[in-house]
Nanobody, 125 residues
Framework: QLQASGGGLVQAGGSLRLSCAGS????????WAWFRQAPGKEREVVAA????????YYADSVKGRFTISKNNVESTVALQLNSLSSEDTAVYYC????????????????????WGQGTQVTVSS
């Protein structure tokens, strides 16, 4: 079970940092991603990072504003959210997937095996 934290209420233009704690036992064997789901919308990938940390993916809507990173020592994955707008309001989920290859970045929610409980991000305009 992954533990996500860091959501909250922020004004437009503000920043938040989300964190996801994984298992130390298998943390380095996984690719990781952050998804979000707004009311009435499908879950979408926001950012993802490969097992080796060298490859990342960002949705067009968040490029240049969000940054995904992983800390192998602490077994955590973070998502830094900057320049937030009301369109970023959603429940954010972290997810992990065991992968053999170090460089791949899975993007579909159906590929991910482990999920956090979700953390609410609300941006007021």
């Amino acid at each position: 079970q992954l533990q996500a934290s860091g959501g909250g209420l922020v004004q437009a233009g503000g920043s938040l940092r989300l964190s996801c704690a994984g298992s130390r036992r298998n943390f380095n064997m996984n690719a990781w991603a952050w998804f979000r789901q707004a009311p009435g919308k499908e879950r979408e990938v926001v950012a993802a990072i490969s097992r080796n940390g060298y490859n990342t993916y960002y949705a067009d809507s968040v490029k240049g504003r969000f940054t995904i990173s992983k800390n192998n020592v602490e077994s955590t994955v973070a998502l830094q959210l900057n320049s937030l707008s009301s369109e970023d309001t959603a429940v954010y989920y972290c997810a992990s997937k065991y992968v053999r290859r170090m460089e791949i970045v899975p993007l579909s929610p159906d590929e991910y095996e482990n999920w956090g409980q979700g953390t609410q991000v609300t941006v007021s305009s």
